[in-house]
């Protein structure tokens, strides 16, 4: 039994009950080489793109700062566009700690995700490395949402590279997203049987349209689909044996989410104990930090006044220090903002982040994470893709 395993999952718990921050959003960048027309972070990335980015020494002081951080998210625009991923993954495994890694990733350069776990499984021997591969549709489908053809075959690619990898080395591992938009939630049945019968070797998860889309009005569909399409998924999902904590811990928390964010699109949950700026944060590839993304645009946000200016400082001003940043009378202010105004959004990680902190919830969740890293452990499955 590998005890890394429990040793992860423990970890993860441990920073629950803890005070300190758990997750980071990190944007490595702002070029993508996709045109996903559901995007909601089109404009941001033009806007950010004429402005200086990190340099791997500015992540690097960032990752000596902070102390403990148990997960990160590298996301962008397009990460595998960077040349150094793998040294901001050893700068924050080795500095802060982190063990659980995911990377975002529109899956055009399948042998990039190979060379990163290569190098990942050498350098960070303790940690967990999961990409989130794009699921948006049938070929057709998948393709037009993505905007540019042959989309759906390098998915595919990649997708195999990362269970051959699994195949080696269980810190390894992939999930399914599909971000439901009026270009495919009529095909919401189809996504998940193609998922659950072709792609056995990563979980489906669904995210729900949001923000400022890079089309507009590609969130004009009936809410009922997205929740549909997760009973369905629900109905349709089994265990998957072999999938590694950072993967299981996955699992769990989307079944604790969809019904918050059903409540927030149709009114009746307006305030979800939100943990942003605390447990949470995103930082921008300009240096600039918020809280999360919602508030970045306040429209989006359910409050009746959110604060005009959400961003806690810019990392630039405080030599890449984010507890010295995080200390500071700004970032103070917008933080009690959010912890004393009732506020809720569809923006899944504040939503799960969130909703796993509140007693009931997290307690849940802790049985879940432990029974399935338990019957993981004992199982003699290996989680093998399909052909």
């Not at 949001?210 to 089309?215: A, D, I, L, P, V």
């Not at 369905?232 to 265990?239: D, G, H, N, P, T």
Request: proline share 5%; charged share 25%.
């Amino acid at each position: 039994m590998d005890t890394r395993n429990f040793e992860a999952a423990m970890m993860y718990l441990r920073s629950m009950v803890g005070g300190s921050l758990q997750y980071m959003i990190l944007y490595v960048t702002s070029r993508c080489n996709a045109k996903c027309r559901m995007c909601f972070n089109w404009d941001g990335m033009i806007n950010r793109r004429p402005l200086p980015q990190h340099t791997l020494e500015d992540l690097e002081r960032l990752a000596r700062s902070v102390k403990l951080l148990p997960q990160i998210t590298l996301s962008g625009g397009e990460p595998l566009l960077r040349d150094d991923v793998h040294a901001i993954i050893k700068a924050f495994y080795d500095h802060s700690r982190t063990r659980f890694f995911t990377v975002p990733t529109n899956s055009f350069q399948p042998k990039r995700v190979e060379a990163l776990i290569n190098r990942f499984v050498e350098e960070c021997p303790d940690g967990f490395l999961n990409f989130c591969l794009p699921f948006h549709g049938l070929k057709e489908t998948h393709d037009n949402i993505m905007g540019v053809p042959e989309s759906y075959e390098k998915r595919n690619e990649t997708y195999r590279r990362v269970c051959e990898a699994r195949e080696k080395h269980k810190n390894i591992s992939c999930v399914l997203n599909c971000v439901m938009s009026k270009y495919n939630h009529a095909e919401y049945r189809e996504i998940v049987d193609l998922a659950m019968d072709q792609f056995p070797g990563a979980p489906l998860g669904v995210a729900f349209t949001r923000g400022k889309t890079h089309e507009s009005g590609a969130g004009d569909f009936p809410l009922e689909d997205y929740q549909a399409m997760q009973a369905y998924l629900q109905e349709r999902r089994s265990a998957i044996p072999g999938l590694n904590p950072y993967t299981r811990i996955q699992q769990a928390i989307s079944r604790q989410y969809c019904d918050t964010i059903s409540g927030v699109i149709g009114g009746s949950v307006k305030n979800i104990n939100c943990q942003a700026g605390k447990r949470l944060i995103v930082v921008h590839d300009t240096g600039t930090v918020y809280p999360c993304e919602t508030l970045e645009t306040p429209g989006m946000c359910t409050a009746e006044d959110p604060p005009k200016d959400a961003c806690l400082g810019n990392l630039h001003d405080f030599g890449y220090d984010l507890p010295k940043l995080l200390a500071a009378e700004k970032a103070r202010n917008v933080v009690d903002w959010i912890q004393n105004n009732p506020c809720a959004c569809t923006w899944e990680c504040a939503v799960t982040n969130s909703v796993t902190h509140t007693a009931g919830n997290a307690l849940k969740l802790g049985k879940d994470i432990v029974k399935d890293v338990t019957a993981s452990a004992f199982s003699g499955g290996n989680g093998r893709a399909k052909d």
